[in-house]
């Protein structure tokens, strides 16, 4: 399984873009990029999911460069609301029903007023 | 949809307890994970069934662990006996097939063992 390393905490001010690294040397060709967003006291929730160059939804962007060996997540004028763990996942369903997906450590994003 | 649904949200048993979660997955999704969540170890995933079959219990931490999923629509963990480092947050997810690697968590379960 692919190994993620994220940076263990951000901060960033209300309104500001908050841009969240992740790296992952060893992406195997089939793996996919995904992160989750989590609150306290709250199972995670899917943002975004994707395998090469830019991929924007309501909520965020994911940037990932030709070698995939590192994304990033882009959430756009945080607010107050934004305030969770961050988690960066890589894998994929492979055959038969398998599932190569782990979640890592997660980045804890504080956003200040 | 209600999204998936676990019970109890919160569980406090004394050692040495038989303790089961419990699970309803979105319907029409036809996987099931467990996973558990402590602050020391973050999220590990426990076992995963995929229409209703379990698929890899390698995260499943020792024989006390138990996972069951009888039809589509419900899934249980037991734990038999319960120990105190047990205590963690319980969540279960599930996912459908051609989703992508999108899948919903339920709200969870705390679970603490005295």
Not at chain 1, 29 to 37: A, H, P, R, V
């Amino acid at each position: 399984l692919a190994k993620t390393t994220q940076p263990i905490s951000m901060d960033s001010y209300e309104g500001q873009e908050v841009n969240i690294t992740c790296s992952h040397n060893n992406i195997a060709t089939n793996d996919y990029i995904t992160w989750y967003q989590q609150f306290p006291s709250q199972g995670p929730r899917f943002i975004i999911q994707g395998y090469k160059t830019k991929v924007t939804n309501e909520v965020a962007s994911l940037f990932i460069p030709a070698d995939r060996k590192s994304s990033t997540l882009s959430l756009p004028r945080v607010s107050l609301s934004d305030t969770a763990v961050y988690y960066c996942l890589v894998g994929t369903f492979s055959g038969a029903g398998s599932y190569q997906l782990t979640f890592g450590k997660g980045t804890k994003l504080s956003v200040i007023p | 949809d209600a999204g998936v649904i676990q019970s109890p949200r919160h569980e406090v048993t004394e050692m040495g307890q038989e303790v089961t979660l419990r699970c309803k997955p979105i319907s029409g999704h036809d996987y099931l994970f467990w996973y558990r969540q402590t602050m020391m170890r973050g999220l590990e995933l426990l076992i995963y069934f995929n229409n209703n079959v379990p698929i890899d219990d390698s995260g499943m931490p020792e024989d006390r662990f138990s996972a069951k999923m009888p039809n589509a629509s419900f899934s249980t963990l037991k734990i038999q006996p319960s120990e105190p480092r047990d205590s963690a947050v319980y969540f279960c997810a599930s996912r459908k097939t051609g989703g992508g690697t999108e899948a919903f968590f339920g709200q969870g379960t705390r679970l603490t063992v005295v």
